[in-house]
């Protein structure tokens, strides 16, 4: 909803895609069919690349641009730009668990593939689709070598996940696992929401939102 708004205002949007070889990169998008490719969790840590200088770029030719990223990613950018561009920069982090090593994630691809006697093609690190909101399923489409399409459904790299044994070291150490954040709105799903307002639970998915600046309650 919010990177609609900027889009439509003739703005630029930031975010976390999957590439074809299944890491996580951030990219610039002008466009709704961009955008959307920025849809959908993703459990490995996201290549900046050079998305700052982009972002600053962007900026100084006078565009509005929505960053989208952990909290860190945010104040990392923050820092970079050294220059309050008010109304023309909106951020927005998402509440996140801890960051997974990428090397785990190319590993573990490897032994799907490996197990399941086909190249990966399609995945989805949390089906909600057949599983619901509750649930945490990472569904893999899986290419045979006579063409066909097998569907793996696992909870391996989930309890890798959950396990906390393959999150960054300073994960642990990080300064936002708090009230506070750095960007004008943080946004991520809506925990406990049963035990909270148990009519809002229909195993679809609540959001939680909150408004950390003015820039944000506006």
């Known amino acids: 909803a919010v990177s609609d708004m900027i889009l439509e205002e003739g703005g630029i949007v930031y975010g976390c895609v999957l590439d074809e070889k299944f890491e996580a990169f951030h990219v610039r998008a002008t466009t709704k069919e961009e955008r959307n490719r920025m849809r959908g969790s993703k459990y490995i840590q996201s290549n900046m690349a050079d998305t700052f200088r982009n972002v600053k770029a962007d900026l100084e030719a006078g565009s509005k641009v929505l960053f989208s990223g952990t909290s860190c990613q945010v104040a990392g950018l923050l820092a970079f730009l050294r220059k309050d561009y008010g109304e023309q920069l909106f951020c927005m982090d998402i509440l996140c668990h801890g960051v997974p090593s990428p090397l785990v994630w190319k590993e573990y691809l490897q032994w799907q593939e490996e197990k399941n006697h086909g190249k990966c093609v399609e995945i989805d690190f949390r089906n909600k689709k057949d599983f619901g909101w509750d649930d945490h399923v990472e569904t893999l489409k899986i290419e045979k070598g006579d063409g066909?399409?097998?569907?793996?459904?696992?909870?391996?790299?989930?309890?890798?996940?959950?396990s906390h044994k393959i999150i960054r070291l300073s994960c642990y150490k990080c300064p936002y696992k708090d009230i506070t954040h750095p960007s004008d709105i943080t946004i991520g799903d809506f925990w406990r929401v049963d035990n909270a307002t148990p009519d809002f639970d229909d195993n679809k998915g609540v959001s939680l939102v909150l408004l950390n600046t003015d820039k944000g309650q506006a």
């Open 148 to 162: 066909t399409i097998e569907t793996v459904n696992s909870k391996v790299f989930r309890n890798l996940f959950y």
